[in-house]
């Protein structure tokens, strides 16, 4: 299976602190992207890495990519309590997403 | 654009009864996901359709479970006989083939209890 698993399920923080979560696949992919989760409500797109890059930034987020150890991160910089989410990284297979089980991050005022 | 639209957004049922989940992807996309989502078993994909025809079934978990989308703009995802084991949030999402970073645009869900 081409499964992401995020590392670690679940993340406290304070408002203003970094969080990184990580991801760990287990085979060749094409990209990886990265969805936010907010409570009872559907998946949202932030950010895409192909297998060719190694880092990209969009706002506060950080994605780092290594395919040699088939592992992602993602960093939010300066958190606020609207980050307070699911996160979860996806591997891309042909045409198809492979969703990991997913970070549940709670950033406290 | 008012995005990916799944009706109904809860629906409780008792077991035994057949259940219609319905799935209106973004104009223009062509290709159509539906996934399933518990705590168990995180977020599964059952089924996928390019241009209406399906391409992979192979998560449908049993029988029970069909899929359709007659035309480009409407699909349904149907349990029958519906079971306690089903109540999940179901979720449809679509891509635009061309797009080649498949970034996948979701529906709210829906919340299936089945009594």
């Known amino acids: 299976s081409q499964q992401g698993e995020e590392d670690p399920q679940a993340l406290s923080i304070q408002e203003g602190e970094n969080a990184t979560m990580n991801c760990s696949y287990k085979?060749?992919?094409?990209?990886l992207q990265w969805y936010r989760q907010n409570s009872g409500r559907g998946l949202v797109h932030l950010i895409l890495?192909?297998?060719?890059?190694r880092e990209k930034h969009s706002g506060r987020l950080r994605v780092t990519l290594d395919t040699s150890k088939k592992s992602s991160s993602l960093l939010i910089t300066a958190s606020r309590a609207a980050d307070t989410a699911s996160y979860f990284c996806?591997?891309?297979?042909?045409?198809?997403?492979?969703f990991g089980t997913g970070t549940r991050l709670l950033v406290s005022p | 654009d008012a995005g990916v639209i799944q009706s109904p957004r809860h629906e409780v049922t008792e077991m035994g009864q057949e259940v219609t989940l319905r799935c209106k992807p973004i104009?223009?996309?062509?290709?159509l996901f539906w996934y399933r989502q518990t705590m168990m078993r995180g977020l599964e994909l059952l089924i996928y359709?390019?241009?209406?025809?399906?391409?992979?079934d192979s998560g449908m978990p049993e029988d029970r479970f069909s899929a359709k989308m007659p035309n480009a703009s409407f699909s349904t995802l149907k349990i029958q006989p519906s079971e306690p084991r089903d109540s999940a949030v179901y979720f449809c999402?679509?891509?635009?083939?061309?797009?080649?970073?498949?970034?996948?645009?979701f529906g709210p869900g829906t919340r299936l209890t089945v009594l």
């Open positions: 359709f390019n241009n209406n025809v399906p391409i992979d």
């Open positions: 085979t060749s992919i094409n990209n």
């Open positions: 996806a591997v891309t297979g042909f045409q198809k997403l492979v």
């Open positions: 890495i192909r297998s060719n890059e």
């Open positions: 104009s223009g996309h062509n290709s």
């Open positions: 999402a679509s891509v635009s083939l061309g797009n080649s970073y498949n970034e996948q645009f």
